[in-house]
Structures are given as structure tokens and as C-alpha cells.
């Protein structure tokens, strides 16, 4: 067995990827900031220990798996003068993928959740290691196969070669990196050449426009066309609901507690993945029903009279889809959002379509925008935002407590990629124990 240490451990996909090296026997331990983040709790489940940043942590002999905004620190230098190996995330993610049957979830939107819908489904039979990007990870070596989230960032995905690819769809995203829509097509495209088996989201039209010739493919979506499709949808205030369809002929009914056109999607692209390792449709309709969902993916809190969630939509699409699903859920309750921009450039290349997206809820509140390390400061601000807005307010600091206390009634969303989900959980602790969880 070896030895691993991870620079900046904390990260969803970092501590992911340390659980299931874990899980198979490993000693990892790993290095990151004091701060507890949404991920913490599961290293400390596996008793994996983290230590703050010091070249003392790196002893020779040790394998290291070294986060993206960690590659000039200290203990990364003191690793190359004692000639560890070295690894990114992204390096060591694909060399490992390639021991499996690997299934790899990538998409510009819906990544999380159709993995880990997968999970939980193959999971009722088989053995299976995973890597979902709400920092859950985990397995058995002894099974084959592996499921995990392919994120194309930086063309990062491109470091994997998995037996079955699904894509959720294609779009316009990490505009600190991509040029264009083009540009990310080409990345895409090229990450299905690298693929065995395509999984598919037919009604996308970005991703229609690039499927290689000459693969094993496999669409669904709504359209009769597709090999898999959903008609006659519906929900009520627990589940969605739609006759599945393959092939044109009626399966069966089935039954998610999601909401919202996407979760119809990413379960219709679980359902194709699963089944070409299950046979039993009625294992996966179980599975389905049974879900749960992942961290921070519309997840869900009551408190008092209010309906608390915390959701990671960054994207105008996204932040669409969410509104979406909680008027569906909650048609009589009004909608207000506490949201956090991830990154300048972000805001900067979708700002009058965030506006657009935000005003959708009854009431918007911004915090500043959260700057990740890959990105200097630049020329906007939230307040570029909330003038678009209207109605909007700004809230940087613990006013927020008493101002969203203020909306009785009401669903109240954390809403962001960075941070915000601390400010939720402040909001929560505030209500004391007279909250219950979904």
C-alpha cells in the first residue's frame, strides 16, 4: 500500500479522490487552509488527517496529488527537491480510471447529480467506486468498475479514456479559459473520440452538432426519436414523474423526488448508463425513488416557516433550473435568493444574463463576488449586477440574519459556487434546534 498526501485536500474533487484511495487500504493525509468546508466531515469520517500547509508534512517516499491553486507552495517545492511523485488531480484521476470499466459524467451542467444518481442505482448490485464532485468518494478495489465526475474544465477531461461516456449537454462556460462555444465543442468532441461507449443528451443542440461518427451511441431526451425518452411529465409536492420510453415502446412509469426539466434529463441519462450493467428496470426505478440528494445540489432545510435551500448554480442556466424546480415544488411560496457570483470573469461574460435569470424570483440579494485563486481582480463589481436587478440589495456582512427573517413563508436559496454555503449554514444555526431536515 502506499502513502499519499494531498495539497489542498479540502477541495470537493481533492477530497473525493482522497476517500476512495482510502476506502482501498491507502495511509492518506493531506494539507489544506484551518477553515471547515462542506467537505471536511467526510475526511474526518475516514479518519484522514489534515494538517496545514508545511514542507515538514512531505517526507521522501510519499505520493502526491497537488490541487491547481497549490502548485508554487511549499510543500509541493519540498516534494520535487526530495524526488516524490508527483501528481495534479486531474493526472493521477486518469491514470487510475484506466485500472476500471470506467464510467465517466461529464457536461457543462447536471455533472453531480447524474453521477451520483448512477452511484446510488448500480450501487443496489454491485460493488462500485465513485467520485462525485459534492466530495464524496469511496469504493472496493476488488470491483471494476468506477464512476466519476469528468469536468472540462481546462480541458482537464481530456486526461481520461473511460469505457462509457455520458454528456449532459454543452455549453458556454469557464470564460477565463474558453473562447468561445466553438472552443468548447472542440473539447468535447474530443473527449468522445477518447470514449468507447457515448451516452447523450439528444435534445441538446450544441452537443448534437459535434457527436463523432463511427461510436457506439446512445441518445435520450424528450423527443421520440431518441433511444430513451420521458413523456407525460408531471409532479406533485414530493416527486416527478414520467413514462419512460425505449426504443418507442412503453417500459414503465417512474418516479424521482427532483424537480425541475434538468432532473428529468439527468435521471434519463442515469437510467441508459445503469442500464447497461442492470437488467432489472425495476432495480433502478427502487433506486430512483430512493434517492438522495447530493451535497448542496437544492438541498433542502425547514426552518420556522421558512423552506431553506443551498444550491450550487453559478450559471445562468443553472440559476434558471433551480427557479424552475422550487416553483414546481413550492408554486405558492414566494422566492428569495441570497446569491454569491463565482468568479469576475464569470460575471463579467454572463451579467446581463444572470440579471435576467435572478429576476425570475420575487427578491434577490447579492454578496460580493467570490474570486478563486486562478483569477486576478478585475473591473466589476456586485453592485454591476444589482443595478440590473430589480429591487436588489447587497449584503456583505451579517445583516443578511435579519433581513431574510424578514420573508415569512417563504423559500429562502444560498445560491453560488464559492462560500455562500457558510452563510446558510449561519442562517440555519440561528433558528437553534427549532429546525427539522427533509
Known amino acids: 500500500m502506499s502513502h499519499y498526501h494531498f495539497i489542498g485536500i479540502k477541495g470537493a474533487g481533492m477530497s473525493s479522490l482522497a476517500c476512495l484511495l482510502s476506502d482501498f487500504g491507502h495511509t492518506v493525509q493531506g494539507s489544506d487552509v484551518l477553515?471547515?468546508?462542506?467537505?471536511t466531515n467526510n475526511l474526518e469520517l475516514k479518519k484522514i488527517k489534515i494538517f496545514p500547509f508545511d514542507e515538514k508534512n512531505i517526507k521522501k517516499g510519499i505520493i502526491m496529488i497537488v490541487g491547481n491553486a497549490f502548485l508554487d507552495n511549499e510543500e509541493h517545492q519540498k516534494a520535487i527537491e526530495l524526488g516524490c511523485e508527483i501528481y495534479t488531480y486531474y493526472e493521477f484521476l486518469g491514470k487510475l480510471s484506466k485500472s476500471f470499466q470506467s464510467i465517466a459524467v461529464s457536461g457543462s451542467h447536471g455533472k453531480t447529480t447524474t453521477t451520483s444518481l448512477i452511484y446510488?442505482?448500480?450501487?443496489?448490485?454491485?460493488d462500485i467506486n465513485y467520485l462525485i464532485g459534492d466530495g464524496q468518494g469511496g469504493g472496493n478495489s476488488e470491483s471494476n468498475l468506477f464512476v466519476f465526475e469528468a469536468c472540462e474544465y481546462q480541458r482537464h477531461f481530456l486526461h481520461y479514456f473511460p469505457k462509457v461516456a455520458i454528456i449532459t449537454n454543452v455549453d458556454y462556460d469557464h470564460p477565463d479559459y474558453y473562447k468561445d462555444i466553438k472552443d468548447v465543442q472542440s473539447a468535447f468532441k474530443q473527449f468522445m473520440i477518447q470514449s468507447d461507449v457515448i451516452i447523450?443528451?439528444?435534445d441538446d443542440p450544441y452537443l448534437t452538432e459535434i457527436i463523432p461518427a463511427h461510436k457506439q451511441v446512445i441518445s435520450y431526451g424528450?423527443?421520440?426519436?431518441?433511444?430513451?425518452y420521458a413523456e407525460n411529465i408531471s409532479n406533485d409536492h414530493h416527486f416527478s414523474y414520467y413514462d419512460l420510453y425505449i426504443k418507442n415502446k412503453f417500459i414503465s412509469k417512474i418516479k424521482i423526488p427532483l424537480f425541475g426539466m434538468h432532473s428529468v434529463y439527468?435521471?434519463?441519462?442515469?437510467i441508459v448508463t445503469c442500464q447497461l450493467f442492470i437488467d432489472d428496470i425495476n432495480v433502478i426505478k427502487m433506486a430512483l425513488t430512493e434517492y438522495h440528494k447530493s451535497k448542496r445540489r437544492f438541498e433542502e432545510q425547514v426552518c420556522s416557516d421558512q423552506v431553506i435551500i443551498s444550491d450550487y448554480a453559478h450559471h445562468p442556466k443553472e440559476i434558471a433550473s433551480t427557479i424552475e424546480a422550487i416553483r414546481c415544488k413550492y408554486p405558492f411560496k414566494?422566492?428569495?435568493?441570497y446569491f454569491q457570483p463565482h468568479t469576475f470573469t464569470r460575471t463579467i461574460s454572463f451579467l446581463k444574463d444572470f440579471a435576467t435569470q435572478l429576476s425570475l424570483?420575487?427578491?434577490?440579494?447579492?454578496?460580493k463576488i467570490f474570486s478563486s485563486a486562478r483569477e486576478n481582480e478585475q473591473t466589476i463589481s456586485v453592485y454591476d449586477l444589482a443595478k440590473l436587478i430589480e429591487g436588489c440589495e447587497v449584503i456583505n456582512?451579517?445583516?443578511?440574519?435579519?433581513?431574510?427573517?424578514?420573508h415569512k413563508n417563504s423559500v429562502i436559496v444560498f445560491m453560488g459556487a464559492g462560500d455562500i454555503d457558510k452563510y446558510c449554514t449561519i442562517y440555519i444555526d440561528s433558528f437553534k434546534n427549532n429546525h427539522k431536515f427533509y
Open 334 to 337: 414566494k422566492i428569495i435568493i
Open 35 to 39: 477553515e471547515d468546508f462542506f467537505t
Open 361 to 367: 424570483a420575487d427578491k434577490v440579494y447579492l454578496r
Open 222 to 228: 424528450l423527443n421520440k426519436h431518441h433511444d430513451y
Open 266 to 270: 439527468n435521471s434519463l441519462a442515469a
Open 397 to 406: 456582512d451579517d445583516s443578511y440574519l435579519n433581513e431574510l427573517k424578514n
Open 120 to 126: 446510488q442505482i448500480l450501487s443496489k448490485q454491485k
Open 200 to 202: 447523450y443528451n439528444g
